[in-house]
């Protein structure tokens, strides 16, 4: 597993993007980002552009989003 990208992002609005981007990302590429706002705040999330490698049980790339 390749670590290496993500971060944490607390401002009030920012980009997240794979390395390399918008060219293929690396092999076995981790990236977690993690969002947290103030307490009441929403968090929105938009996505512009959005490319994995096609596989019929979507088992090599994922795009997860969860809370905690």
Same mark, same amino acid.
């Given at each position: 597993?390749?670590? $290496?990208?993500? $971060?944490?992002?607390? +401002?009030?609005?920012?980009?997240?993007?794979?390395?390399?981007?918008?060219?293929?990302? *690396? %092999?076995?590429? %981790?990236?977690?980002?993690?969002?947290? %706002? +103030?307490? $009441?705040?929403?968090? @929105?999330?938009?996505?512009? *552009?959005? @490319?994995?490698? *096609?596989?019929?049980?979507?088992?090599? *790339?994922?795009?997860? %989003?969860?809370?905690?």
């Amino acid at each position: 597993m390749c670590v $290496g990208c993500g $971060g944490q992002l607390t +401002e009030p609005s920012g980009m997240l993007t794979s390395p390399n981007y918008p060219e293929a990302y *690396d %092999v076995s590429r %981790v990236c977690v980002w993690y969002v947290s %706002v +103030e307490p $009441g705040k929403r968090i @929105n999330i938009t996505i512009v *552009d959005f @490319n994995v490698e *096609d596989h019929v049980n979507c088992s090599y *790339d994922m795009l997860a %989003v969860s809370y905690l």
